[in-house]
């Protein structure tokens, strides 16, 4: 009796001190979603909609649907497209994932994620000495994972697409060849990248402008063009084997790199079966690994699930606390048991399981902050052992896509492969070079995520599908590292517990734990000052923070698609 008497009280507690948080919030949301953002008004659209990181890619895909393509025609015309006029993220020399749901509700999830080359090896970043050499899987040739993107298009092309093959690649070429006009945001990122590309691209002259870039310059992308133009021809050969495989190789030969042809040759993306999995009667359609992202939102969804958030409102001091607690537990796990199927073998099962879930939040104690040093990797019976992109389209028969492709770092390794004109990833760095050494993000990792020849490396990517009642809901996803899985997660929150409509739940501010380092990490503004200080007093350390990802979603209501583009870059949503 006097257990209960005391639950009840608590559960009154929780009530109280959050309401006055969940008042302001809720004005604060209904005058200025996000803080600071202003209202929404959303349009909604019946046959179509593509929600990108950029206009032009937008209108690619766009242009596409209102040509009858279906969401994956739409979906190769944007991967294009972003590699011309995203140079950041956008690429044909990364790699990335795809989940798809079509409109009688199949599903299927693409890995097109990079692969280390047949010479890597566990120990090639390390000294003499067992340290890790700073910068070595960041900015060298020996950074690059085998690319898997244009492989990964041609897949989900020949598996699902409607339109020509090369009637997709043609937008992508017309803007490299042609030029676009760059935006405040490009300018300033080419304009800082500019003495990292003069360093490490010697006798090259791709993205570097005298006296920087600055808005409405146009971009034009020659050597790029002309290797869409392969690509456009031959498809996967023209990228895989020919002129650019041996470009690639001979910028690999010039930097010690570590890519051949025969990794090129060798490469091929994999269809994997979906994670899939529930939320208060939503069905999660999300990627398996080697992305890690699947796994954790679905764990974290299960760690909140019993818990009013709805009741208790956006970002306030209960919601926050119950989330951290969740990512905390999540990302230890993740970097234990997470890594590529292929070579390691990945408990999916056993993380997903409720009472496994259930066992990692009993010690979650409501009055203090529960410290990181504190929490390990769970255990269970019978165990051995920030820059990308995402885009989210849907059709007028309703077939979804959700992709998320990177290059790892913004420019990736910031290596032109000479004569293609293209960006070459530093994928290697998601790799776990040293176990207990953290990656360029803070993530930790171990065995499971060890490098190998021939495999893929962890990623947080987390492009998803939900569905409601059977039929399609909501279709999400983010780039920012370590921040993708958290950001994913909270709106989807947002939409579910808290009421938001798709711009709203994608421009409201965010924030993140990552379990080390033992800090939250906020976006300006994002809590009030009330909440910032009940949860400092509980032991929580807050840091200020930039941008937390960039969301673009889609979700389907009983007036039509309705899109979130996020403010904090140039991400664009068209429909019609």
């Known amino acids: 009796m006097t257990f209960l008497f005391s639950l009840e009280q608590q559960y009154l507690r929780w009530f109280k001190a959050d309401f006055k948080c969940c008042l302001f919030l809720s004005a604060s949301l209904f005058i200025y979603p996000g803080y600071g953002q202003p209202v929404s008004v959303q349009t909604h659209y019946r046959n179509g909609m593509v929600v990108c990181a950029t206009p032009q890619a937008a209108q690619v895909g766009l242009d596409i649907l209102k040509k009858g393509g ?6 190769v015309a944007v991967q294009f497209a972003l590699a011309v006029t995203l140079p950041e993220a956008g690429n044909i020399g990364g790699g990335g994932f795809m989940a798809y749901r079509s409109a009688k509700g199949e599903n299927s999830t693409l890995d ?5 080359p047949a010479k890597a090896s566990m120990n090639m970043y390390l000294d003499a000495s067992g340290n890790v050499v700073p910068n070595m899987s960041l900015a060298t040739h020996q950074a690059s994972g085998v690319p898997g993107s244009v492989d990964g298009m041609v897949e989900a092309h020949k598996k699902y697409g409607k339109l020509k093959w090369a009637d997709l690649i043609q937008p992508a070429i017309d803007l490299a060849h042609n030029g676009f ?3 405040r945001r490009l300018a300033a990122s080419l304009t800082r990248a500019g003495d990292q590309f003069k360093k490490l691209n010697p006798g ?4 570097i402008k005298d006296g920087g870039w600055k808005e409405g310059d146009l971009l034009i992308q020659g050597d790029l063009a002309k290797t869409l133009g392969l690509i456009r021809d031959k498809g996967r050969d023209g990228f895989y084997s020919g002129i650019v495989a041996e470009q690639l190789a001979e910028e690999m030969n010039n930097g010690s790199g570590l890519i051949t042809k025969t990794d090129l040759q060798n490469y091929h993306s994999i269809w994997r079966k979906p994670i899939i999995g529930n939320y208060k009667g939503y069905r999660i359609i999300t990627m398996p690994p080697p992305s890690s992202g699947g796994i954790a939102l679905m764990q974290l969804l299960h760690s909140v699930e019993k818990y009013p958030l709805a009741r208790w409102g956006f970002n306030c001091d209960s919601a926050v606390q119950l989330i951290v607690e969740a990512e905390r537990r999540v990302y230890a796990d993740r970097s234990k048991y997470m890594g590529d199927p292929d070579f390691y073998k990945v408990p ?9 879930t259930a066992s990692r939040m009993a010690n979650f104690n409501w009055n203090a902050a529960t410290p990181s040093t504190s929490i390990q990797p769970g255990s269970f019976a019978g165990y051995e052992s920030d820059q990308t992109t995402h885009y989210s389209i849907v059709d007028r028969e309703g077939n979804a896509v959700a992709i998320t492709t990177t290059l790892n770092d913004s420019f990736g390794s910031k290596i032109f492969v000479k004569g293609a004109g293209f960006l070459l990833n530093n994928e290697m760095d998601d790799f776990s070079a040293k176990p207990g050494v953290p990656n360029m993000y803070g993530l930790l990792g171990g065995t499971a995520n060890s490098i190998q020849p021939g495999k893929r490396m962890l990623s947080a990517m987390t492009p998803t599908i939900i569905e409601k009642s059977g039929k399609l809901f909501m279709i999400v996803g983010t780039p920012g590292g370590s921040t ?14 808290f009421g938001q409509d798709m711009q709203q739940a994608v421009t409201s501010k965010r924030f993140h734990h990552q379990w080390l380092p033992d800090d939250v990490q906020i976006e300006k503004d994002a809590f009030d000052p009330k909440t910032r200080s009940i949860l400092q007093q509980k032991g929580y350390k807050i840091a200020d923070h930039g941008p937390s990802g960039r969301v673009d979603a889609i979700l389907k209501t009983k007036d039509g698609y309705e899109g979130g583009a996020d403010p904090r870059g140039d991400d664009t949503k068209m429909g019609w």
């Open 112 to 116: 097109f994620r990079e692969k280390a």
């Open 484 to 497: 993708i899985i958290t950001s994913v997660f909270q709106t989807i929150l947002n939409v579910i517990e």
């Open 204 to 207: 090259k002259s791709y993205l």
């Open 70 to 75: 279906n969401a994956v025609d739409a979906a």
């Open 348 to 356: 999916v099962d056993s993380l997903l399981r409720p009472a496994y």
């Open 181 to 183: 006009k760059v935006s």
